[in-house]
């Protein structure tokens, strides 16, 4: 996945090689359980249903688009990625990949702990009972008042992630009589992203502070001299969709070094070392993601070694999957509306939603698949461009896929794996009405979070 952004401005011309493309699939009717939901599966007459509903039921009462989310999925991920990393390490969902109150009752019911990064997120979390010991508070700008808010709520964790913050925080929480736990979130000089990884020069970011040059011992000292805070551990995450385990190896290895030197400098051994989120999902049948065993036992054994060598004991671990969770659970359901054969080129798609229910297409140039859901097809494959209904030629869903090419308006088509990003990051670019979020589960089906309405709108253009 690439992560260059590119200006908004024509496409029409960009045409991929051939060969950039995979080929088709050689049943476009197969839906690649690597990519969709674990519910998802087509009925006797060829369409699509999750949680044994049919997703023409589904666009009938919920409308499209929407998103369609496998509760039942979304509670097993949890459950492997807990019972995967044991009770000796903790598992923080990460909101931001997606939040709301159901998801957060979930989250506390299948005992996972839960990352937010701004005050909307803490006030999601808190109303809907996640105990505040099980939170995290991230941000490279946290405002006094989010501060105030966590300390007050008694939040788990804050993670620091600069020079200001660890005197702001110390303050808020001396002012209000407590000790909070923290930990600082170190820049280790590594950057991952899907297969690759690079372990050099990306201390040029907003995030953390660096290892490099003593800063973040020198963070830890001023930590550790602060009564108001009691240093728990050091964080570090190194990027997103990564499938390369090598990138956190160079970043539990550095970590290792600093609770080493941490140790030799006042004789304190840190109890806990956070590895982040990051985790990759399939977005098309050409990512192979590891499973949450194996990341985990990757990751300790990764720990456990260069604490060994460090002479150091191992700190509890915690990691913060966010997409790996909710990613694969959820799909969105488009209905197609215009069809735009260009001759020589390939055919426009073009459906009811767009870059304002998924940014991540034109913001990263990111992968996904697409598939006709409401009938099977035995017709020809042939090439798409899948786009919205905004006023941008960058507007496109997914890039290039395979559709039957008796594709027509009407037809239901989907796009998996957008739990992920794609709601929490939605927009109301041509005041178009976010979709609702829709969880599904053994045969019932129902809005979390509802679509919004022009009336949303004009409620908050006061005129
Ligand atoms: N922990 C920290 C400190 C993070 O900054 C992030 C993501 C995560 C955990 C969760 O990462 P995940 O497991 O979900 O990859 N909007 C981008 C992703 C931005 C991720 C930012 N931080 C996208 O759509 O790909």
Redesign the pocket.
């Known amino acids: 996945?690439s992560r260059s952004a590119h200006p908004a401005g024509p496409r029409h011309a960009d045409v991929l090689t051939e060969g950039h493309y995979s080929a088709p699939a050689a049943d476009l009717n197969v839906l690649d359980e690597k990519v969709w939901s674990r519910t998802v599966t087509r009925d006797a007459d060829g369409a699509l249903t999750v949680g044994g509903i049919a997703v023409a039921r589904l666009a009938e009462e919920f409308g499209t688009p929407a998103y369609f989310l496998d509760e039942s999925d979304f509670r097993a991920r949890c459950r492997a990625w807990s019972e995967a990393f044991g009770p000796d390490a903790d598992v923080?969902y990460?909101g931001?990949?997606f939040l709301s109150r159901a998801i957060v009752r979930w989250l506390k019911e299948e005992g996972l702990n839960l990352?937010v990064?701004s005050g909307g997120e803490l006030t999601t979390a808190l109303d809907a009972g996640m105990p505040a010991e099980r939170i995290a508070f991230?941000g490279n700008n946290k405002t006094a008042a989010e501060i105030e808010r966590a300390v007050e709520a008694g939040v788990g964790r804050i993670?620091l992630d600069s020079f200001q913050e660890i005197v702001r925080v110390a303050h808020i929480a001396r002012s209000h009589g407590v000790r909070q736990r923290v930990q600082i979130?170190v820049t280790v000089g590594v950057e991952a992203h899907t297969h690759e990884f690079i372990a050099t020069a990306h201390e040029d970011q907003k995030?953390g502070i660096a290892l490099a040059d003593g800063q973040a011992a020198e963070a830890v000292r001023r930590a550790l001299g602060l009564d108001s805070l009691e240093l728990i551990g050091i964080?570090s995450?190194i990027?997103?969709?990564?499938f390369d385990m090598a990138g956190f190896e160079v970043s539990a290895r550095r970590v290792v070094q600093l609770l080493a030197e941490v140790r030799d400098e006042h004789g304190v051994e840190l109890p806990e070392i956070d590895l982040?989120?990051?985790?990759?999902i399939a977005y098309t049948s050409d990512d192979d993601p590891r499973e949450p065993h194996e990341i985990a036992k990757a990751l300790s054994d990764i720990v456990t070694r260069e604490c060994e060598s460090a002479g150091l004991r191992t700190p509890r671990i915690s990691v913060?999957?966010?997409?790996?969770?909710?990613?694969p659970t959820a799909f969105t359901l488009y209905e197609v509306g215009t069809i735009k054969p260009l001759e020589g080129l390939r055919t426009y798609v073009s459906v009811d939603g767009g870059m304002s229910d998924n940014?991540?297409t034109a913001?990263?140039d990111?992968e996904y698949s697409v598939a006709l859901v409401s009938r099977t097809s035995e017709a020809e494959p042939m090439l798409v461009r899948v786009v919205g209904k905004h006023c941008e030629s960058g507007d496109i869903v997914v890039k290039d896929a395979f559709l039957p090419a008796d594709l027509a308006p009407g037809d239901l088509i989907a796009v998996p794996a957008t739990g992920?990003?794609?709601r929490?990051?939605a927009s109301n670019y041509n005041h178009a009405l976010r979709p609702p979020v829709v969880a599904v589960r053994d045969g019932e089906a129902r809005v979390i979070v509802r679509r919004e309405t022009e009336e949303d709108l004009l409620r908050l253009d006061v005129g």
């Open positions: 996945m923080f990460a931001k990949a990352d990064c991230h993670v979130r995030f964080h995450h990027g997103s969709q990564i982040g989120g990051g985790l990759g913060e999957p966010g997409r790996a969770i909710v990613g940014i991540r913001l990263y990111a992920a990003y794609c929490s990051m």
